[in-house]
């Protein structure tokens, strides 16, 4: 195994050479047993239940997607206020949850106020007897300021976000004596907007074991499941695969109180999958990655709250109960108010084989030509003062795979684009061209830190603008050395934090988070990497309506 593929070691194996409001219901809601209960039973006595807890997504300044997860089938239902006591409610009625969609739904919020907390319960109500509901779960968030002004807080202009990657890598899973993933806690202490998750939302290829030898001595214990304990073919094991997160009390504290913006990577189908990809692994029966991809797009868009909502099954209308088959596409981008946009991106279904990519015309690249305009295009109508890139793979680290192939954009040549290179150049030279500001690109992936400046004196591509990339995570994953930079796009590595040996487990530090504030009143955007543990690492602060930094 090369340093390419951090996440293909298995843990204990050398690689070769908002808010206190909440507090009370959710230390309530940590004691339920939801290791007895997996999946809805056939026939169940009592009301319905939401063990999973709830979660918002994809929240703008008058929107918002509300996630649960029922025990049995239910009517899912929604009530909002803009008080903690609920002396005033709005009701919204959200999805019948059954078996298609593994008995969760999503239910959009529309009309809501912009800058303000939004108090929620979700309800689930007996199919058959809708006076018949069990406990209410509740869950905050914030809607995207309306305005640009400056102030803090709810009602205020000013902005803030974290972001990473990578749960439960390598074999590193929920651990009861660290209290499950701690590094949820450390965001939710923050009290950002939103979480941006850069993919690897799970291991689909990584087994978890009750427990693994630490380095050096002693032992990491996990909580284990059934679907975790293989590697996911089926439908059925992609999903226990996400409902596995959902054991980790602080992950389920965190959902209640902060929105997420998702995204996906590799590992949520196989390490540097691609389509059309045929497997070479023994641990498989299904060895087309198309088939195991389509199962777990399916599971992910269950398990999150993104996107348009749609028709799907369980669902009608402006609800949704999850995924289905008709799906949805991962790349989208969110108005976070005047001072914020963020694309995200989908850097795996649409991208080409993974290769020495030395190609001199290369139209399909990471993105995919469709895609590719799409971001032009959406880059360019852009008015928001900062535009977010979330990319779920590096720019200009060089991510091998195997001996010869690449799996990200950089392939290793410091000179001019080839391959997937040519795509991004193809980005750039359209955001200098058209006069776009502010972009940042901010990513996850490969298990470290660091902050990438880019800029055109350095660089063997020359018609772009000055941007900066910034690298953070894993959140519950192991560690793993430094990759080298492709000095194509000129970038400078101004700051770098990556452990000296592989699959550093996380009780031994290195797992990492990044912090975003915008500024509404001066419009600057501060950067600070993060370690678990509190420690800030690194801060850049951007100054806004320049073209590059």
Request: proline share 8%.
């Amino acid at each position: 195994m090369t340093h390419a593929d951090p996440d293909a070691t298995p843990a204990g194996r050398p690689a070769p050479a908002r808010r206190a409001l909440l507090r009370g219901t959710l230390a309530a809601s940590a004691a339920l047993p939801l290791l007895s209960r997996t999946a809805p039973a056939q026939a169940l006595s009592g009301r319905p239940e939401a063990r999973w807890g709830v979660q918002t997504g994809d929240v703008t300044a008058d929107s918002g997607l509300v996630w649960v997860r029922a025990d049995r089938p239910a009517r899912m239902v929604v009530e909002t206020s803009a008080t903690e006591s609920f002396h005033r409610v709005r009701r919204w009625h959200g999805p019948l949850l059954g078996p298609g969609t593994d008995f969760t739904g999503t239910t959009a919020l529309r009309g809501l106020p912009a800058g303000e907390q939004v108090h929620y319960r979700v309800l689930l109500a007996d199919p058959d007897d809708p006076r018949r509901t069990g406990e209410p779960v509740r869950g905050t968030f914030r809607t995207a300021p309306g305005a640009r002004r400056a102030g803090g807080g709810a009602g205020g202009g000013d902005v803030r976000f974290v972001w990473s990657g990578d749960i439960a890598g390598q074999g590193w899973g929920i651990n009861p004596d660290r209290g499950g993933y701690p590094i949820f806690d450390e965001m939710a202490a923050l009290d950002p907007d939103f979480f941006l998750n850069s993919g690897d939302t799970i291991y689909a290829d990584g087994p978890i074991e009750a427990t693994v030898p630490l380095p050096g001595g002693g032992v990491w214990r996990n909580v284990t499941t059934e679907e975790k304990s293989k590697v996911a073919e089926t439908l059925a094991e992609f999903r226990g695969n996400y409902r596995y997160n959902l054991l980790a009390r602080s992950l389920r504290d965190f959902n209640a109180r902060v929105p997420w913006i998702v995204q996906w990577d590799d590992h949520e189908v196989h390490n540097n999958w691609y389509p059309g990809q045929l497997l070479d692994d023994d641990r498989y029966t299904v060895k087309d990655t198309d088939v195991l991809a389509a199962r777990s797009l399916r599971a992910f868009r269950e398990y999150f709250p993104f996107g348009a909502p749609h028709t799907g099954p369980g669902g009608h209308g402006g609800e949704h109960g999850g995924g289905g088959t008709d799906g949805g596409r991962v790349h989208r981008v969110l108005r976070h108010g005047p001072l914020l946009d963020v694309f995200v991106l989908d850097m795996r279904a649409y991208r080409n084989a993974n290769s020495p990519g030395r190609q001199p015309d290369d139209r399909r690249g990471i993105l995919g030509a469709e895609q590719l305009r799409w971001l032009k295009r959406e880059l360019s109508r852009s008015r928001a003062v900062w535009k977010v890139i979330a990319s779920d793979m590096p720019l200009g680290l060089v991510v091998p795979d195997g001996a010869t192939d690449f799996e990200a954009v950089a392939q290793g040549g410091p000179g001019a684009p080839l391959g997937r290179e040519l795509q991004i150049a193809e980005l750039l030279r359209h955001i200098k061209h058209r006069g776009v500001t502010g972009t940042v690109w901010l990513t996850a992936d490969v298990h470290y830190t660091s902050a990438q400046h880019y800029e055109p004196s350095r660089a063997a591509f020359q018609d772009f603008a000055p941007f900066w990339e910034f690298v953070s995570g894993p959140l519950n994953a192991g560690g793993f050395p430094a990759l080298k930079l492709d000095g194509t796009f000129g970038p400078h590595q101004a700051f770098l934090k990556a452990p000296e040996s592989a699959n550093v487990p996380p009780s031994a530090g290195g797992q990492f988070f990044g912090q975003v504030d915008i500024d509404a009143a001066s419009g600057e955007l501060t950067v600070r990497l993060r370690e678990e543990g509190g420690a800030v690492l690194f801060t850049r602060t951007l100054q806004p309506g320049r073209a590059g930094q």
